[in-house]
């Protein structure tokens, strides 16, 4: 689909029982930049802006460079307009490819049926994202049953926003135990994220490994290598948001 065989998808399932999504963009294109690649942010979850109105001419003027390493683009619900008479959205990562031919990575952060309707029938390991209750762990569990029902996606990695320490790990295990006795779905790698943390810190080893293992490429330096440079100034989702 893409010009560039080596370009990769995140696809981030939002969770509007999460307060700060934002800080999981943050972070994930953070990791990202540290690997020295670039991220086109399609942002389209429940909380993310609306496209401009400029989007029905064409996406071009609406990708905006945030640093030298990652460009956003406003789109919540902008994936409907592309629904072909198969339930298809495919057509939107076409049109992106163009605007953004220089992207190594596309971070797709959106509701769990619109990134079935743009990814399927694509390999791909979803990352959800919970918070440290309970209404947003049943949300995510709720989108990772969809996902492996209607694209057979049947391992997922899992970002936790707030819960630190062994509160983390017990989250985690109980995701992991639920989604493989109920959906047979697996548990391939976790990660907490602080909040309180200030974005210009570099990412976590526990992060890095989860996007390095993302991308899936031989190409990708070695944790012990990455350089704490992020190419700029890092994203402020929720400066851009306001």
């Not at 057509?91 to 952060?109: C, G, I, T, W």
């Not at 062994?166 to 994220?193: M, N, Y």
Request: charged share 20%; proline share 7%.
């Amino acid at each position: 689909m893409f010009a560039r065989s080596r370009r990769r998808f995140l696809a981030l399932v939002s969770n509007p029982q999460v307060d700060g999504s934002g800080i999981a963009v943050e972070r994930l294109t953070a990791a990202v930049s540290m690997l020295g690649l670039r991220t086109l942010v399609v942002d389209a979850g429940e909380d993310s802006p609306p496209p401009q109105e400029a989007a029905a001419l064409g996406l071009a003027a609406c990708v905006e460079a945030l640093t030298p390493r990652v460009s956003y683009l406003a789109a919540r619900g902008l994936s409907r307009r592309y629904v072909d008479t198969q339930g298809s959205s495919a057509s939107l990562l076409q049109e992106l490819a163009q605007v953004a031919p220089r992207a190594d990575v596309v971070l797709l952060h959106a509701p769990a049926p619109e990134l079935a309707r743009l990814l399927m029938p694509q390999s791909v390991r979803p990352v959800l994202l919970a918070a440290d209750h309970a209404d947003s762990v049943k949300h995510a569990y709720a989108a990772l049953k969809l996902l492996s029902q209607r694209c057979g996606w049947m391992s997922f990695d899992l970002l936790l926003l707030g819960a630190q320490g062994t509160r983390s790990s017990r989250i985690a295990d109980t995701v992991g135990h639920c989604a493989e006795q109920f959906i047979g779905s697996a548990l391939h790698d976790w990660a907490a994220l602080d909040p309180e943390v200030h974005a210009v810190e570099p990412p976590t080893p526990e992060l890095l490994r989860l996007v390095v293992s993302q991308l899936e490429s031989d190409e990708m330096a070695p944790l012990a290598a990455l350089s704490r440079s992020t190419g700029g100034a890092p994203l402020t989702l929720a400066q851009r948001r306001n």
